[in-house]
């Protein structure tokens, strides 16, 4: 388990600068989660109270600031030494300046990710260090101070080693080295201290040479822990660049044509092409002016950097250039500059050695640490990147470029260095960041890529730059190509204002009606997709004052989200075909009744978004309940031109349980309000286009002109609501084929299929495709979609060995559990968590389309074992889907049954409802009812016999019925 760590320091410099900066760099550690189980109650840069200190004095003074802040925190008002007693503490010393990196090699950014982190960020040497301390090297260990140096890189295998004397001593060589270490081990071993080595493990010291550090960037040492390294880590980069393997590009953004070679590496820095970059280089802090000068340029085994530099109030940007193999502090005579001799170097530009030092310095200690050679400042002209670049000496040296570089301030590295501002530096890396994070943005949701923008959202809100990415995701919704991408664009605008009120301001789950949005809505209705999210966007900045606004501008963006999530399911009803049939006489009822349908896996990947962004699959099996057929409706033509929409409480000739008159269009216009009376039944006659609407004609003349009369509409059914079996859309078919039939027209089931996604997003109630293809196509079957638009759903009849169907009848049963079910609920939840790509939901996503695919397979081969297993899987895919879809009292049951069953689930989306198994032995419905009878906690619940319907569902005209009961007075329509 990771250590828990009670307060966490980062010791500076005095005059390192920066202090406020290093501190937000150490709280966004606290927001990725990078800290252990949870973050340090104390997280603190704290500064060196005078400069020369030591490593040995700052961490007292370290110390001493950790007493003061954790006894203010327990309510001390005096320090006591008390607090550290129980207190496990790390300081992390920021140690000496660094040639490569102005932050220091605590902040020498790395080419890797932390794909697990709540929130993006550059992944630096200080994240590195940080996960081994607390999940490698102190897991376990007991209170005290853990001092920790940043100026290595520390690798540890994941299983460290123990030592015993025999292996330390044998280990040491020759005979004198094995004595030695035999004194150290009887000496320290006096000590309370405690020695191990550990195997395999390595302590790379970030020297000053450039090779060195190169190579520490370019051989990429895999995954260590939770960093992911690679080629090119929080960047974008065009496609028409090239990178070889063995190059790094880290918090970059490359367009254009842009080479790299092996062995060199980009850092924090913004470049366009056409540019080539030989190998062995280090280039670090560009941005986009620096490429015209790069252009044309051969550059290899060189290293380039441009630094922030505050010379007292004034501050200006340097560029530095030096070879990779240079040495800093070797005198002139046994050094090199840009890989060749000082010699050369002169020759090659004209310089000479008393324009890089002083006359009275000695040649002993002229070295490339003290040199010169880097323009800061010109009294005339504004300095750039060519002033440096003309050193390579690569062509013929103009003298006016060495009288321009003579007459400028220049300055040595080893006067740089206390110039450096740090702050300024991170303050660019971070908006560098944030950049090439617009570009992902973009990149990401144009190219319908599975990756998470969550944590860059977190990142940007936590960093103020929230404005930024809002304006990227608005110009991505308004441009986009299609409703699907528009949507998801929407949804992350959602994740952001979510984000910026920081857990207050109420639950993101509620209405989203205000009227102030309704205009963008309607613009979305319409079609002007970006007409909608403008004015969107111009709503938005009246909500963002304070987090209960936040919160109801996220509801009124999801909202929004969802009418775009319609249109792209609308897309299906190209797959819809209507023929013209004989119109039934007046009065004879056309009626259909379906099976209900198990899904055994699969379920979740047919719902919207997730089935035309990822694809899905879903195994289903029509199925009678207690041996009948428990879905229905039935319609009839009425001499009166009106529709009379009832609804029966199980059986067609049960008591009426609600009845609703629509007379008038203005009747109709609740259809997409779930809730309202008859609201599937109004919208059946709107999607079947039985009823224009809207339309300027009235209903009545509408009725009268098409088909001399009116409508009534029957339904039932005999499944408990919410009971997972897909009434509801199974309902909804039952309804328009049936209505269908009535007016004069016939449609395909595949049709009725695509039918039914259109009318549930008419409704509003989403809902994906398995329900109905389990209750309308009989037997036993696999459904498909693709991911892409326009949806279209495709369905595989499933052969199994003969005499399995009779099997699978003798060992399914359903377990009604008497728990109502929250799918609704549950459906929010998924569609928010797969819009912002969860890692763990994408790939689950993977895992259901794949287990469907399996169960497929088993039923083909007849194996109850595997298909039990599948099952049993389809559970767990259905869990981490949906968490907390298994309430308590189906967890007691579940757990009741399982020695007696080869796999159980659920139905539908979980949360209640019916629960399916599959039992080891025959015919077992009896003895399992005693079973639970005899489990406590359970509450009611009842047994029920499935068979699989391998007939479908059924149209029947049956005929006019003058003593028909089902309706009171129901002989006024003939």
């Given at each position: 388990?990771?250590?828990?760590?009670?307060?966490?320091?980062?010791?500076?410099?005095?005059?390192?600068g920066?202090?406020?900066?290093?501190?937000?760099?150490?709280e966004?550690?606290?927001?990725?989660?990078?800290?252990?189980?949870?973050?340090?109650?104390?997280?603190?840069?704290?500064?060196d109270?005078?400069?020369?200190?030591?490593?040995?004095?700052?961490?007292?003074?370290?110390?001493?600031v950790?007493?003061?802040?954790?006894?203010?925190?327990?309510?001390?008002?005096?320090?006591t030494?008390?607090?550290?007693r129980?207190?496990?503490?790390?300081?992390?010393?920021?140690?000496?300046?660094?040639?490569?990196?102005?932050?220091?090699?605590?902040?020498?950014?790395?080419?890797?990710?932390?794909?697990?982190?709540?929130?993006?960020a550059?992944?630096?040497?200080?994240?590195?260090?940080?996960?081994t301390?607390?999940h490698?090297?102190?897991?376990?260990?007991?209170?005290?101070?853990?001092?920790?140096?940043?100026?290595?890189?520390?690798?540890?295998?994941?299983?460290?080693?123990?030592?015993?004397?025999?292996?330390?001593?044998?280990?040491?060589?020759?005979?004198?080295?094995?004595?030695?270490?035999?004194v150290?081990?009887?000496?320290?071993r006096?000590?309370?201290?405690?020695?191990?080595?550990i195997?395999?493990?390595?302590?790379?010291?970030?020297?000053?040479?450039?090779?060195?550090?190169i190579?520490?960037?370019?051989?990429?040492?895999?995954s260590?822990?939770?960093?992911?390294?690679?080629?090119?880590?929080?960047?974008?980069?065009?496609?028409?660049?090239?990178?070889?393997d063995?190059?790094s590009?880290?918090?970059?953004?490359?367009?254009?044509?842009?080479?790299?070679a092996?062995?060199?590496?980009i850092?924090?820095?913004?470049?366009?092409?056409?540019?080539?970059?030989?190998?062995?280089?280090?280039?670090?802090?560009?941005n986009?002016?620096?490429?015209?000068?790069?252009?044309g340029?051969?550059l290899?085994?060189?290293?380039?950097?441009?630094?922030?530099?505050?010379?007292?109030?004034?501050?200006?940007?340097?560029?530095?250039?030096?070879?990779?193999?240079?040495?800093?502090?070797?005198?002139?005579?046994?050094?090199?500059?840009?890989?060749?001799?000082?010699?050369?170097?002169?020759?090659?530009?004209?310089?000479?050695?008393?324009?890089?030092?002083?006359?009275?310095?000695?040649?002993?200690?002229?070295?490339?640490?003290?040199?010169?050679?880097?323009?800061?400042?010109?009294?005339?002209?504004?300095?750039?990147?060519?002033?440096?670049?003309?050193?390579?000496?690569?062509?013929?040296?103009?003298?006016?470029?060495?009288?321009?570089?003579?007459?400028?301030?220049?300055?040595?590295?080893?006067?740089?260095?206390?110039?450096l501002d740090?702050?300024?530096?991170?303050?660019?890396?971070?908006?560098?960041?944030?950049?090439?994070?617009?570009?992902?943005?973009r990149?990401?949701?144009?190219?319908?890529?599975?990756?998470?923008?969550?944590?860059?959202?977190?990142?940007?809100?936590?960093?103020?730059?929230?404005?930024?990415?809002?304006?990227?995701?608005?110009?991505?919704?308004?441009?986009?190509?299609?409703?699907?991408?528009a949507?998801?664009?929407?949804?992350?605008?959602?994740?952001?204002?979510?984000?910026?009120a920081?857990?207050?301001?109420?639950?993101?789950?509620?209405p989203?009606?205000?009227?102030?949005?309704?205009?963008?809505f309607?613009?979305?209705?319409?079609?002007?997709?970006?007409?909608?999210v403008?004015?969107?966007?111009?709503?938005?900045?009246?909500?963002?004052?304070?987090?209960?606004?936040?919160v109801?501008?996220?509801?009124?963006?999801?909202g929004?989200?969802?009418?775009?999530?319609?249109?792209?399911?609308?897309?299906?009803?190209?797959?819809?075909?209507?023929?013209?049939?004989?119109?039934p006489?007046?009065?004879?009822?056309?009626?259909?009744?379906?099976?209900?349908?198990?899904?055994l896996?699969?379920?979740?990947?047919?719902?919207?978004?997730?089935?035309?962004?990822?694809?899905?699959?879903?195994?289903?099996?029509?199925v009678?309940?207690?041996?009948?057929?428990?879905?229905?409706?039935?319609?009839?033509?009425?001499?009166q031109?009106?529709?009379?929409?009832?609804?029966?409480?199980?059986?067609?000739?049960s008591?009426?349980?609600?009845e609703?008159?629509?007379?008038?269009?203005?009747?109709?216009?609740?259809?997409?309000?779930?809730?309202?009376?008859?609201?599937?039944?109004?919208?059946?006659?709107?999607?079947?286009?039985?009823?224009?609407?809207?339309?300027?004609?009235?209903?009545?003349?509408?009725?009268m002109?098409?088909?001399?009369g009116?409508?009534?509409?029957?339904?039932?059914?005999?499944?408990?609501?919410?009971?997972?079996?897909?009434?509801?859309?199974?309902?909804?078919g039952?309804v328009?084929?049936?209505?269908?039939?009535?007016?004069?027209?016939?449609?395909?089931?595949?049709?009725?299929i695509?039918?039914?996604?259109?009318?549930?997003?008419?409704?509003?109630?989403?809902?994906?495709?398995?329900d109905?293809?389990g209750?309308?196509?009989?037997?036993?079957?696999?459904?498909?979609?693709?991911?892409?638009?326009?949806?279209?759903v495709?369905?595989?009849?499933?052969?199994?060995?003969?005499?399995?169907?009779?099997t699978?009848?003798?060992?399914?049963?359903?377990?009604?559990?008497?728990?109502?079910?929250?799918?609704?609920?549950?459906?929010?939840?998924?569609?928010?968590?797969?819009y912002?790509?969860?890692?763990s939901?994408v790939?689950?996503?993977?895992?259901?389309?794949?287990?469907?695919?399996?169960?497929?397979?088993?039923?083909?081969?007849?194996?109850?074992?595997?298909?039990?297993?599948?099952?049993?899987?389809y559970?767990?895919?259905?869990?981490?889907?949906?968490?907390?879809?298994?309430?308590?009292?189906?967890?007691?049951?579940?757990?009741?049954?399982?020695?007696?069953?080869?796999?159980?689930?659920?139905?539908?989306?979980?949360g209640?409802?019916f629960?399916?198994?599959?039992?080891?032995?025959?015919?077992?419905k009896?003895?399992?009812?005693?079973?639970?009878?005899?489990?406590?906690?359970?509450?009611?619940?009842?047994?029920?016999?499935?068979?699989?319907d391998?007939?479908?569902?059924?149209?029947?005209?049956?005929?006019?019925?003058?003593?028909?009961?089902?309706?009171?007075?129901?002989?006024?329509?003939?």
């Amino acid at each position: 388990m990771a250590t828990q760590w009670s307060a966490l320091l980062l010791t500076c410099r005095r005059g390192h600068g920066g202090v406020s900066a290093l501190q937000r760099e150490l709280e966004v550690r606290r927001l990725r989660g990078g800290l252990g189980p949870r973050p340090p109650a104390l997280l603190l840069a704290v500064e060196d109270p005078w400069a020369h200190l030591g490593s040995g004095g700052a961490t007292l003074n370290a110390l001493l600031v950790a007493a003061e802040h954790l006894s203010a925190r327990a309510g001390y008002t005096v320090v006591t030494a008390d607090v550290l007693r129980d207190a496990r503490i790390l300081i992390l010393h920021m140690g000496r300046d660094f040639s490569f990196d102005d932050c220091g090699r605590a902040f020498t950014c790395l080419p890797a990710e932390e794909p697990g982190a709540a929130a993006e960020a550059l992944v630096c040497n200080l994240d590195s260090l940080l996960g081994t301390m607390t999940h490698r090297l102190c897991v376990g260990s007991p209170p005290g101070v853990w001092v920790c140096s940043t100026d290595m890189l520390l690798t540890v295998p994941s299983t460290p080693g123990g030592m015993t004397e025999e292996d330390f001593v044998k280990g040491g060589g020759d005979a004198s080295v094995r004595n030695a270490r035999s004194v150290l081990w009887t000496a320290l071993r006096g000590f309370p201290l405690s020695m191990a080595c550990i195997p395999n493990a390595s302590y790379d010291y970030m020297s000053a040479s450039a090779s060195d550090h190169i190579r520490s960037l370019t051989v990429l040492p895999g995954s260590a822990s939770h960093l992911r390294f690679c080629k090119t880590a929080h960047s974008h980069v065009d496609q028409p660049c090239l990178l070889e393997d063995g190059s790094s590009v880290t918090n970059c953004l490359l367009e254009g044509a842009v080479q790299l070679a092996a062995g060199s590496v980009i850092q924090h820095s913004h470049l366009q092409g056409p540019l080539v970059i030989g190998s062995g280089c280090l280039l670090s802090g560009l941005n986009v002016d620096s490429s015209p000068a790069l252009r044309g340029c051969p550059l290899r085994d060189i290293v380039l950097q441009g630094h922030h530099v505050r010379l007292r109030d004034l501050p200006c940007r340097v560029f530095t250039l030096t070879g990779r193999l240079d040495d800093w502090q070797s005198p002139v005579e046994k050094a090199t500059y840009l890989n060749m001799p000082w010699a050369e170097f002169f020759q090659r530009t004209g310089i000479r050695e008393g324009d890089l030092w002083d006359a009275e310095m000695p040649r002993r200690t002229r070295c490339l640490l003290s040199a010169r050679l880097f323009p800061v400042l010109h009294a005339r002209e504004e300095l750039g990147l060519q002033d440096v670049l003309w050193l390579l000496g690569l062509a013929t040296v103009a003298s006016e470029q060495l009288a321009r570089w003579r007459t400028a301030w220049r300055m040595s590295w080893q006067e740089l260095l206390p110039c450096l501002d740090t702050e300024a530096e991170l303050n660019a890396r971070q908006a560098l960041f944030f950049l090439q994070g617009q570009r992902k943005v973009r990149r990401v949701l144009l190219g319908r890529q599975d990756s998470s923008l969550l944590p860059l959202a977190r990142s940007a809100v936590h960093e103020g730059y929230h404005k930024a990415l809002l304006g990227t995701l608005d110009e991505v919704a308004s441009t986009a190509s299609d409703a699907g991408i528009a949507a998801r664009a929407l949804a992350c605008i959602a994740e952001v204002l979510g984000c910026m009120a920081q857990g207050e301001g109420g639950l993101r789950s509620g209405p989203a009606a205000n009227r102030e949005w309704a205009s963008a809505f309607g613009l979305l209705e319409s079609g002007d997709i970006a007409g909608g999210v403008r004015e969107l966007a111009a709503e938005r900045q009246k909500w963002m004052s304070r987090p209960a606004l936040l919160v109801r501008a996220a509801r009124h963006y999801e909202g929004a989200e969802q009418i775009l999530v319609r249109q792209a399911v609308m897309s299906s009803c190209q797959f819809i075909t209507v023929e013209q049939v004989e119109l039934p006489p007046l009065g004879h009822w056309v009626q259909v009744v379906c099976p209900a349908r198990l899904d055994l896996s699969g379920g979740w990947s047919d719902t919207p978004p997730i089935t035309y962004e990822h694809g899905g699959a879903v195994v289903d099996v029509a199925v009678l309940v207690d041996g009948c057929r428990p879905i229905g409706a039935r319609v009839r033509r009425i001499a009166q031109p009106e529709l009379r929409l009832v609804s029966l409480s199980g059986t067609p000739r049960s008591e009426v349980v609600a009845e609703l008159v629509c007379q008038e269009l203005e009747h109709l216009q609740d259809y997409c309000q779930p809730h309202a009376p008859g609201a599937l039944l109004k919208a059946a006659f709107i999607c079947t286009r039985v009823v224009q609407f809207p339309s300027q004609t009235p209903l009545r003349a509408q009725l009268m002109e098409n088909f001399g009369g009116g409508f009534e509409v029957h339904t039932w059914s005999k499944l408990p609501h919410g009971s997972g079996l897909g009434t509801s859309s199974i309902l909804a078919g039952a309804v328009m084929a049936s209505l269908y039939q009535a007016a004069g027209k016939a449609a395909s089931t595949e049709s009725l299929i695509h039918d039914v996604l259109h009318l549930e997003q008419r409704l509003t109630t989403g809902g994906g495709w398995q329900d109905q293809v389990g209750g309308l196509v009989p037997g036993i079957k696999i459904g498909r979609s693709k991911a892409q638009l326009p949806l279209r759903v495709e369905v595989e009849q499933i052969l199994v060995p003969d005499g399995f169907t009779q099997t699978l009848n003798n060992h399914l049963l359903l377990v009604y559990t008497g728990k109502t079910r929250l799918a609704r609920n549950l459906l929010q939840d998924v569609v928010r968590n797969w819009y912002a790509r969860l890692p763990s939901i994408v790939q689950n996503a993977d895992a259901l389309v794949s287990n469907a695919e399996e169960c497929a397979q088993a039923l083909r081969q007849g194996d109850l074992q595997l298909l039990g297993k599948c099952l049993d899987c389809y559970w767990q895919q259905k869990k981490c889907m949906a968490p907390g879809c298994e309430p308590l009292a189906v967890g007691r049951m579940m757990d009741a049954l399982r020695p007696y069953v080869y796999g159980q689930c659920l139905a539908g989306a979980g949360g209640g409802g019916f629960l399916y198994i599959l039992t080891k032995a025959p015919q077992q419905k009896e003895a399992l009812h005693q079973i639970l009878a005899d489990t406590e906690g359970l509450g009611n619940f009842s047994i029920h016999s499935i068979e699989v319907d391998t007939g479908g569902f059924s149209v029947e005209v049956v005929g006019c019925d003058m003593k028909d009961s089902a309706h009171p007075g129901g002989d006024r329509a003939v």
